[in-house]
């Protein structure tokens, strides 16, 4: 790795806080998920860190089926992403702004229009998370007839991503002429789209100019082989969640040993994990922090979620002071599943405590320490191959934002590992990608 | 009517300007479609006047098919329109924000969702112009089957509109609870939707509180009987495209007599046809004003923008300084064509002379004049059961736009015929219309 390679920073924004019980601190802010004023106030605080980019979730329906279940999610309002970082877009000048959206309840061309949009609103710091929406609940608000098999969902995000680059690259730089003139466009500039596929059809072209940045940036977190083919082909940044720096190691080196046969280079895809850091001025200060916030977990909570990340059905019958119970060796236990087995009975955790380590940052990695710590613990996976940056997951805002910002940042650009200042106006100079090749 | 009735002022903004020509004019901003900056200005000219919202069109596909083709749209680039107007939420306060979106190329869940995304940003300032995208160009952008029969398109939009309501009703106000309790939400005011229709199934809630005005304002502009009972049954506000006070009284008074049948009142809904004003300090400035932009359009637009008012094929095999051709009286001829064929005879107008005025405005209505003229002309339309109020299409931003709050608002004003202040925050406040009863 070359010297002076810089570390990716994206700030992953969510109302009260990434943490599952953020909801519930004392410090948390109501309604904090349709507060604007409150994700201005996000937003340049990671503008003023420096951050390539925020990053808005999304799922298009209530999270729980009920307020009595426990939920994976942590609970919380929420705008609609592409809407939120348009507000956010006229508030910041610099920063990246990249919204989740769906491809198996989206047709390419109004999602194609609507970041097209959000990049000329921005100046070309425009990104989209594709995802293929793997919930139930998000299901049954679009059609009666349920979820669709992964295969499917995927084949047809294979299909909705090309209509979505052909769209995007169908208006040259320079097709639209100023005015005055008796032309309006340079039609050797335009180039209509002429998509006819087995999901969709696409003939036009978009009433907006050229991206500023030569195409919106492509974010994808798959985890599936299928997902990680398609990151392979179609994406300039990767999300991951990965607990320990082996499995970050496997998926990192997985994903970017992909990118040849697409006739593309290691450094074109910046994979991003997660990272949930609870800064202290001193350790015992981030982990008392990180146990306020822990405790505030109900246990249904906590329980049902590690049944989830165990794929068993249900733990509630076993004693929350006591161990995990003996688990089938079946070929359903993964990496993840032999990991947290594996931690209870090295630590000697209950039930409880395994819970609780687990669903705070919902199966991301977490770090609680001082700023030193914290960047030591970044720096090692950055060197080791393991990460291109990090999606800084604060556990509740403002407060873990502002911290990480105002103590971790300063402490990583001191080992020159991060920018001291903004390389460009788009998102993609200061990724660092370069604009595909078009059709 | 009393004595204190308000008009409604809608502001229409568009790229250049709404006159046909506006992109030629010397005074034409390079690209404003996508400048946000110039819109941002126009917004704030409108909420200075304290008009009651800005209006933005739509359609999903670029507006002609070649660029050598007259078109019957103003040439322009645009933004997507909800992700401008919540740009446009967090630059203003009290200005309405009215989005086009279609029935035809959406899902109601994500429409629901983003338009209660944009009121909440905007604190209750959102409303949704109901549209079933008429045009083939959309149609090629989604569908390889072309574009649906009216009668279809409206059967959807049905459904639409009853899914987007029960989205919105699903969850009252209060539901979801302060922070630092057990929880999230009450679930006594939350009302799941359980929608199935022909065309869309939807189960679930909105991950976000109810509309800080209730709901969200519906808009409509329908022109067929089918596209007027929509209307009746669940718009706020109407728009509509009258040339004579006749036509608008007619308009006016066919969509008010709808309302009973749907237990409506009378000033349920709100008329407002399109005005495009050409403001001057006197009336000869004001011609002047008027002539020069009318010079600039190409012959070939204005022409074949008059056969389509004509539902004639072709006009160009004609003499443009020759008279009308004689037309067939076929059951075609409807009122707008038998007018255009009455002025050019009565007043012995050249096609080009004929295209020209029609092609202006694209159909609306258009007054050049002194702001007491102006004045005079609304007034007049406004007390005689013609209109609630107008939607403003400046001609040419930002002057036109400028010239009416400066010179017109101030006259209207004298008259008692427009507000000194906002009523209220929210857009539903500010044109008085009530909550509607939710299911
Ligand atoms: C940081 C991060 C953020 C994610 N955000 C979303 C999201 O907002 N919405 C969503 O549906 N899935 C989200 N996912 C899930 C992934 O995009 C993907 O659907 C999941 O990893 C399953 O991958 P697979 O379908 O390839 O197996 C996220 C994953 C990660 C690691
Ligand atoms: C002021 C005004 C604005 C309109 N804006 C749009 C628009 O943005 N997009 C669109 O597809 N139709 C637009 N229309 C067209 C109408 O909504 C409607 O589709 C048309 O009048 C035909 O009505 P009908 O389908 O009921 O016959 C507009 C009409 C008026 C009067």
Chains 1, 2 share one sequence.
Not at 121 to 148: I, Q
Not at 180 to 188: L, Q
Not at 235 to 251: G, L, R
Request: proline share 5%; glycine share 8%.
């Amino acid at each position: 790795m070359s010297g002076d390679r810089k570390m990716r920073l994206g700030a992953f924004l969510m109302a009260g806080g990434h943490h599952i019980a953020a909801w519930r601190h004392p410090l948390a802010h109501a309604q904090a998920g349709v507060d604007i004023d409150h994700f201005v106030a996000l937003a340049r605080i990671a503008e003023r860190g420096k951050f390539d980019m925020i990053f808005v979730e999304d799922a298009a329906a209530i999270r729980e089926r009920n307020s009595d279940m426990a939920s994976q999610a942590a609970r919380s309002t929420a705008f609609e992403p592409l809407s939120l970082l348009a507000a956010l877009a006229v508030n910041t000048s610099h920063i990246g702004l990249v919204a989740t959206a769906s491809t198996t309840y989206n047709e390419p061309y109004g999602l194609a229009r609507s970041f097209a949009s959000l990049d000329q609103l921005s100046g070309g710091r425009a990104g989209w998370n594709l995802v293929t929406s793997a919930s139930e609940l998000e299901a049954e608000n679009f059609a009666s007839s349920g979820l669709r098999p992964h295969s499917e969902r995927y084949e047809r995000a294979e299909e909705f991503a090309d209509a979505a680059l052909a769209i995007w690259d169908g208006v040259e730089d320079g097709a639209y002429l100023p005015p005055g003139g008796a032309d309006f466009t340079d039609r050797a500039k335009l180039h209509p789209v002429h998509h006819r596929g087995k999901h969709f059809a696409v003939e036009g072209l978009l009433e907006s100019p050229c991206s500023p940045q030569g195409r919106p940036i492509m974010v994808q977190a798959g985890a599936s082989d299928v997902g990680k083919e398609l990151a392979a082909r179609t994406a300039d940044v990767v999300f991951a969640a990965s607990q320990t720096i082996d499995e970050a190691k496997a998926y990192y080196s997985d994903v970017k040993a992909r990118l040849a046969k697409y006739g593309r280079q290691i450094d074109d895809i910046k994979i991003m994990p997660g990272i949930s850091p609870i800064v202290g001025a001193t350790e015992a200060e981030a982990k008392a922090k990180y146990r306020a916030l822990q405790e505030l977990i109900p246990d249904a909570v906590g329980v049902a979620l590690l049944a989830s990340y165990l794929s068993i059905q249900d733990l509630s019958s076993y004693p929350l002071d006591g161990p995990l119970p003996d688990m089938p060796e079946t070929n359903l236990i993964q990496s993840r599943q032999q990991l947290i087995i594996d931690l209870g009975r090295r630590e000697n955790l209950s039930i409880r405590e395994l819970a609780r380590h687990f669903a705070g940052a919902r199966g991301h990695w977490q770090v609680a320490g001082t700023p030193a710590q914290i960047a030591d613990a970044m720096e090692e996976r950055f060197s080791a191959g393991a990460a291109d940056g990090f999606n800084v997951m604060a556990p509740i805002f403002p407060s873990g934002l502002e911290d990480f910002v105002t103590l971790v940042v300063p402490e990583l650009r001191r080992r020159g590992l991060f920018r001291e200042a903004y390389e460009g106006r788009t998102l993609r100079q200061n990724l660092g990608v370069g604009v595909p090749a078009k059709r």
